[in-house]
């Protein structure tokens, strides 16, 4: 499995911006996805998870309410709509997927294969 970012940037506070991660493989629809990011000096941490139906979805608390995640499992692409960031939120975020694994985790270590990351800033 193959995950690709994309749709990061630099953006104000207050804007937003929409993640795409697309995956190669046939077995994208039997893997739960998850979005990490990791902010300068800090270790990488979950920010949302999706489970392979996407009938399931789960957030950080420090994106809940902001952040959407949502995928299109015809298009082999999983999303993360980001609305109302702060400079907090300014990291790399990574795309990763369970393999073999339907079920969502918050947890770093279940996820097999990771994407290069994309550069989110947002400015004051």
């Known amino acids: 499995v193959q995950l690709v970012e994309s749709g990061g940037g630099l953006v104000q506070a207050g804007g937003s911006l929409r993640l795409s991660c697309a995956a190669s493989?046939?077995?994208?629809?039997?893997?739960?996805m998850g979005w990490f990011r990791q902010g300068p000096g800090k270790e990488r941490e979950f920010a949302a998870g999706?489970?392979?139906?996407?009938?399931?979805?789960y957030y950080a608390d420090s994106v809940k309410g902001r952040v959407t995640i949502s995928r299109d499992n015809a298009k082999n692409t999983v999303y993360l709509q980001m609305n109302s960031l702060k400079p907090e939120d300014t990291a790399v975020y990574y795309c990763?997927?369970?393999?073999?694994?339907?079920?969502?985790?918050?947890?770093?270590?279940?996820?097999?294969?990771w994407g290069q990351g994309t550069q989110v800033t947002v400015s004051s």
């Open positions: 990763a997927a369970r393999g073999g694994s339907i079920v969502l985790s918050t947890t770093r270590s279940s996820y097999d294969y």
């Open positions: 493989g046939r077995t994208f629809s039997r893997s739960a």
């Open positions: 999706i489970s392979g139906s996407g009938g399931s979805t």
